[in-house]
């Protein structure tokens, strides 16, 4: 009885161990092409905290640099942002960090107040997967599943990814168990030129009003950093695509007023910042390259400096220990994309 007992524990074990590292194996590892999917998790690798987070889709973490921010005023950030990042979903990214530091300042990008409901599963997992465990994620799954999700797939990701054996590559096994280094504090790097021009003028809508589901996870921003002590800043992204109506701009700045929270929208703040688009985007006017990046993070780190009074943490030796190595990083990756871009005419690499 006892052998058939250690018997069936070992069995057990070896199909647990082998359905462990299949999934490990199967599934996407983001570390070529489209990367954003590892943004998630590296935040849980960091080792200081930081006065501002920052939250939101690709209009923040393509166009602010907190590398740019620390090099500038000493400012600690971090862009907790995914592709497509629902409200929601930066709301939960919010919650979960809370658990782990307590910033000053929360930056939330309101280009995302135009979803109301869920848009696609690549982008939920893109944004999800890579979150730890805990009520704050199974929540953030629930209101992020589309028709067709299981939620049994996001705690057994191998149901999802079972079919991904033809896509295999050596990256795929050699980062089963460790991660390639995408961001910088959570910035995604591009130093490619490609001039905005002929950006289409929007659409006239039906319905200018922002939905219920996306106020109701607004207020509960603002509710959860009130409860903490945080400043929200709202912000939209100097960003000349997708298009951002008047109409939705006034909404912002009266939501901003009643609540008692900054707005600050940047596309009426262009000349300030010094964005010239024929050379400080890589797509069109889509997003900043480094160059309209780091520009703008000048611009907000001042402003944040301002208003807020955040310390700068340059002066103090362990965390000035931490970002020397961060800096490092920076500029190594610059050099190197810069290489690439003189060699192809393009980043293909990053």
Request: aromatic share 14%; net charge neutral; with cysteine.
């Amino acid at each position: 009885m006892k052998k058939k007992v250690i018997r069936s524990t070992l069995v057990v074990a070896f199909i647990g161990v082998t359905l462990f590292l299949l999934q490990r194996l199967l599934m996407p590892k983001y570390v070529k092409g489209v990367v954003e999917g590892a943004l998630t998790a590296e935040y849980y690798q960091e080792t200081t905290d930081h006065d501002v987070l920052m939250v939101g889709d690709c209009e923040v973490y393509e166009n602010l640099s907190p590398i740019k921010m620390w090099e500038d005023y000493g400012i600690t950030s971090y862009i907790r942002g995914s592709a497509q990042q629902l409200i929601w979903q930066s709301y939960a990214m919010l919650e979960d960090a809370l658990r782990y530091e307590k910033p000053k300042v929360v930056v939330f990008n309101v280009l995302a107040m135009k979803y109301d409901q869920p848009q696609k599963e690549t982008y939920n997992r893109m944004t999800l997967d890579g979150m730890r465990w805990s009520k704050t994620k199974i929540d953030a799954i629930n209101a992020s599943m589309c028709e067709g999700e299981s939620f049994l797939s996001y705690v057994f990701p191998l149901l999802r990814y079972h079919s991904r054996w033809s896509d295999l590559d050596s990256d795929d096994v050699r980062y089963m168990f460790d991660s390639k280094k995408i961001s910088h504090n959570g910035y995604y790097m591009r130093v490619d030129e490609k001039a905005a021009e002929d950006i289409p003028k929007g659409k006239a809508l039906n319905n200018y009003t922002f939905g219920e589901n996306a106020y109701k996870y607004l207020d509960k921003m603002v509710k959860l950093c009130k409860e903490n002590d945080i400043k929200l800043v709202l912000i939209k992204a100097p960003s000349l695509y997708p298009y951002w109506y008047d109409e939705w701009d006034r909404q912002m700045e009266d939501y901003a007023k009643k609540n008692q929270v900054e707005y600050i929208n940047f596309l009426k703040c262009k000349e300030q910042v010094g964005l010239d688009f024929k050379k400080d985007t890589y797509d069109g006017g889509l997003h900043l390259n480094l160059s309209g990046a780091e520009k703008l993070s000048t611009y907000f780190g001042n402003w944040l400096k301002q208003n807020y009074g955040l310390e700068d943490h340059r002066k103090d030796a362990d965390i000035a220990k931490v970002y020397e190595e961060k800096v490092k990083f920076y500029n190594d990756m610059k050099q190197a994309q810069y290489k690439e871009v003189e060699a192809f005419g393009k980043v293909v690499n990053y």
